[in-house]
């Protein structure tokens, strides 16, 4: 489920940068979450009954996080390449672990480890050129993984505790809130998609990327670690690559193709099942 819904945010890009020729960002935002909300209230409203205050205020902090996440990231793309920027929100797969390191006192196995340095290695070799110079763009695009590693962190924590449809699905009302707040106050109008083509990306983000995907996501944490599933969500920047190649025919050179094999020995390390192994089942068994 976590591959399977990293694969949909991996043609986000794209659309993303689509539509803002006809939407400004935060017009983008609201529309695309308030979208996705609508459909799934419509789709799954006899479950939203079970929504209490805990629920309500877990789908608010999450909503929050992924929004911060999403501004982070909005706003360092204007400051550094595509490429350094895909790499930069691959350091998801780093925080992750961190956080559980410095909150729970718990630390990551060896193949852990290993899993997130040979997946980043990848994703560099894939990403990134043969100098590495931080700007403050890079700089926004690592606290955008900063805030997203919280999200899934807590995804995790919260999925435990509630449906994961109504909590995956619930946050994304907060995410159109905060967009519409943004759009009024720092945008100069508010439109709707002006073609054909325009309302295609814009659904394909709200119902792809907005609705099945976070379903997806939220429904994984619940079997899964969020440090297990960072890893996989890190390898994002291949599917990036590969849905700019079949849609907008953008070349993937060799050293690409390396970086390509080497992210999915990272994911493959880290979703192999450790019932032989005791190394790192204190990850697996949180």
Not at 17 to 44: D, H, S
Not at 159 to 185: M, N
Not at 189 to 202: D, I, M, N, T, Y
Request: proline share 2%; hydrophobic share 50%.
């Amino acid at each position: 489920m976590m591959l399977a819904a990293t694969m949909i945010f991996g043609a986000m890009t794209i659309f993303s940068k689509q539509i803002l020729a006809e939407l400004e960002v935060f017009n983008m935002v609201a529309l695309r979450f308030l979208i996705a909300f609508a459909v799934c209230f419509g789709v799954f409203h006899k479950r939203y009954r079970s929504v209490d205050r805990e629920t309500t205020l877990h789908a608010w902090a999450l909503g929050t996080f992924l929004f911060v996440s999403y501004l982070c990231m909005v706003v360092g793309c204007k400051y550094t390449t595509a490429s350094n920027a895909g790499f930069m929100m691959s350091l998801v797969a780093f925080f992750t672990p961190l956080i559980v390191w410095v909150q729970e006192r718990v630390a990551p196995g060896r193949r852990q480890v290993a899993s997130i340095f040979i997946t980043l290695l990848g994703v560099g070799l894939m990403c990134l050129s043969g100098t590495l110079t931080l700007n403050k763009g890079d700089l926004v695009c690592i606290g955008s993984a900063f805030f997203y590693a919280f999200q899934m962190l807590y995804t995790e924590r919260y999925a435990e505790k509630h449906d994961p449809v109504v909590l995956g699905t619930f946050q994304l009302i907060f995410v159109a809130v905060y967009g519409f707040i943004f759009a009024f106050i720092l945008e100069d109008s508010f439109r709707l998609p002006v073609s054909g083509a325009g309302w295609g990306q814009l659904l394909y983000l709200a119902l792809g990327c907005g609705a099945l995907g976070f379903i997806l996501q939220t429904s994984a944490e619940k079997f899964s670690s969020a440090s297990h599933a960072t890893i996989i969500y890190a390898s994002q920047p291949v599917f990036v690559a590969v849905f700019s190649h079949l849609m907008l025919g953008e070349p993937i050179s060799l050293r690409q193709v390396a970086g390509i094999i080497i992210v999915f020995i990272g994911v493959l390390i880290t979703v192999r099942p450790e019932s032989t192994e005791g190394e790192g089942n204190e990850i697996q068994e949180r």
